[in-house]
């Protein structure tokens, strides 16, 4: 067996998770390779909406197991309030969660290092979501970082005091003023006394060396997913640099996150949106800063899962979009939010783009400081409810002929059209 793998091909918030819960009933293992907190994956069934934050999104499948991977980082507090959300609609979690030892803890002035470097860039601001992500794998790389398996250390709370004592060396050096920072609503130190707190549950996980864990599981002939965090366009080395996350998106990114050889990568189902959204600063090509952004934002509720700010909209973007498929390899394609499109009589969707004159479908070097315009084509919308259907057959012509026209362009096939928030609003294509 090998692990195939569901990822986000534009810039986070494609519906990753919707799709890893509607995907789940065919994997027995589902397993997190990158990111953390700063991902918010929402799930919709049954008149219910929850949004994950760290744990895979196929914890609703109580006979999958859900991996945390080596790759992920793990804020305590959020993990936790992850649990007791899952828990009030009586959904288990102690049996079928794994957590890789490897996996890296968030601390508390993981977070506070971010808010003071965010604030001292100015108007020059990445976006950050504020969650501590930078900072930790900063950590990491550095070879200063605090992993999971620390926790069951004797020496865990001295090396736990040598990093906050190193972090609020450099907060001081900020002149950031620590003791009336508040975390989630809270001061530091009642933060951090819940941060300890949380541990003590994290402790009650069955803590694992995931990468002989997946190992073995592909040798017994064990079907895994593997669930990608923000997206393509905002991984650390191919995205637009330097407004993009601290990890490997892409497919890459599953071997170091999860301990895997390339030869045991499978099937890559890549999912975008029928237009895109970009949440913080960085290039946004086909972004409408108009009336039609606006219509998109609000008929598609674009306001982040994870901090609640406003998304910004614009047409699909064909160069970026086949920019990822190549960086992936992706063998399918899952469209999203087809049912946002559905007033608009007419649709643009960006195929080239101009730069300095010429005529190009590769994104340059710089995408900031370069003088780049989107080409456009247009194509007809199609004008009806698609939050009703049940299968692609009863889909608008319309529809299908805008899904055949983007396959044309990236040359890989459509294989489903989400038209709603809720798992039942899926559509599969032959």
Known sequence: MKVDVLLGLQWGDEGKGKIVDVLTPKYEIVARFQGGPNAGHTIEFDGNKFVLHTIPSGIFNQKTINVIGNGVIIDPCIFVKELNNLAKHQIETRNHLYISKKAHLILPTHRLLDATYEQSKGELKIGSTLKGIGPTYTDKVARNGL??????????????????????????????????????????????????????????????????????????????????????????????????????????????????????????????????TRVGSGSFPTELDDEIGQKLREIGNEYGSTTGRPRRCGWLDIPALKYAIMLDG?????????????????????????????????????????????????????????????????????????????????????????????????LFRE
């Open 147 to 276: 992993r999971i398996g620390d926790i069951i250390a004797n020496d865990f709370k001295s090396k736990y005091l040598k990093l906050k004592k190193k972090h609020l060396e450099i907060l001081e050096f900020y002149k950031f003023d620590v003791s009336n920072y508040k975390l989630d609503g809270i001061l530091f130190d009642e933060y951090e006394a819940q941060w300890f707190a949380a541990l003590d549950v994290i402790k009650e996980f069955k803590l694992i060396d995931s990468e002989y864990f997946i190992n073995n599981a592909l040798k017994e002939g064990k079907s895994v997913l593997a669930e990608g965090a923000q997206g393509s366009l905002l991984d650390i080395d191919f995205g637009s640099y330097p407004f993009v996350t601290s990890s490997n998106t892409i497919t890459a990114g599953v071997c170091s996150g999860l301990g895997i050889s390339p030869k045991n990568v499978g099937k890559v189902y890549g999912i975008f949106k029928a237009y895109c």
């Open 330 to 426: 992706v063998d399918e394609l899952l469209m999203m939010k087809a049912d946002v499109l559905s007033p608009f009589d007419k649709i643009k969707v960006c195929t080239s783009y101009t730069i300095e004159g010429k005529n190009t479908q590769e994104i340059p070097f710089n995408t900031e400081n370069t003088d780049l315009k989107a080409n456009y084509e247009e194509v007809d919308g199609w004008n009806a409810d698609l939050t009703k259907l049940s299968k692609i057959e009863d889909a608008p012509k319309k529809l299908i002929d805008y899904v055949k026209f983007i396959e044309k362009l990236v040359e890989v096939p459509v294989s489903v059209v989400s038209v709603g928030p809720d798992r039942t609003q899926t």
